[in-house]
């Protein structure tokens, strides 16, 4: 089976642009989740959807956004970039939205700020 | 809040020497917990996990057992690898609420030949 996809795989973007980055969970996932890594740091929570609905919301500016489609794949928005946005982002799924679930993390999508 | 305390990094091994990364938590009720590893320019990939007191999570020859009474969750492996060379994150899953998952800021291990 495909792992958790996303795209783009890198990203230039300059201040004050609009990105939306997109993640295809494992087939039969209906969690997923978004993260924020920045260099020489551990992940941070920004959202997480399941059964298409908002479960959880990190410490991040209403400048980010996220939905989850009826297929479960889902998309990350950030609107008025700052260069503070360069990271990585990852995308992970997992069965369900409970703690006794791992997830499964994508390859992340590199957006750089200029 | 939650949080996940793990030690600095650089871990400088040589193949073969045994492994300890120390991973401590603060958390209300009991979480999940988890050992993630990530390769150069790839995502996280999950290592091991157990989700409840003294149970022992092991995979490729890595382990880690949840003490309760300590709140830690220490990675080990017995003999390192030059490809076991990455940075390993601990993280935790609260029970209940919210599921917001807490990652540790991550420790970079170096094997040498």
């Known amino acids: 089976d495909a792992g958790v996809t996303q795209s783009p795989t890198h990203l230039i973007k300059t201040r004050g642009q609009q990105v939306t980055l997109r993640c295809s969970p494992i087939s039969g996932h209906k969690s997923v989740s978004w993260y924020q890594q920045v260099l020489g740091q551990g992940p941070q929570f920004i959202f997480q959807?399941?059964?298409?609905?908002?479960?959880g919301r990190g410490n991040f500016p209403d400048r980010f956004s996220a939905r989850q489609f009826p297929n479960y794949s889902s998309e990350l928005n950030v609107n008025a970039l700052l260069l503070g946005d360069s990271a990585l982002y990852l995308c992970a799924s997992s069965l369900d939205a409970r703690s006794s679930y791992e997830q499964y993390f994508g390859p992340g999508t590199r957006l750089t700020v200029t | 809040g939650n949080s996940v305390t793990q030690m600095e990094g650089p871990v400088t091994l040589s193949e073969e020497a045994f492994l300890t990364i120390n991973c401590t938590y603060t958390?209300?009720?009991?979480?999940?917990l988890f050992w993630y590893v990530q390769y150069p320019g790839e995502g996280l990939q999950l290592l091991l996990k157990a989700t409840k007191a003294d149970d022992k999570g092991s995979n490729k020859g890595f382990e880690a057992t949840y003490r309760k009474e300590t709140t830690s969750f220490h990675l080990e492996k017995g003999s390192v690898q030059v490809s076991d060379s990455a940075v390993y994150f601990c993280a935790l899953i609260p029970r209940g609420g919210s599921y917001i998952p807490t990652f540790g800021r991550g420790t970079s291990l170096i094997v040498h030949p």
């Open positions: 958390a209300t009720g009991y979480p999940s």
């Open positions: 959807y399941y059964e298409k609905e908002e479960r």
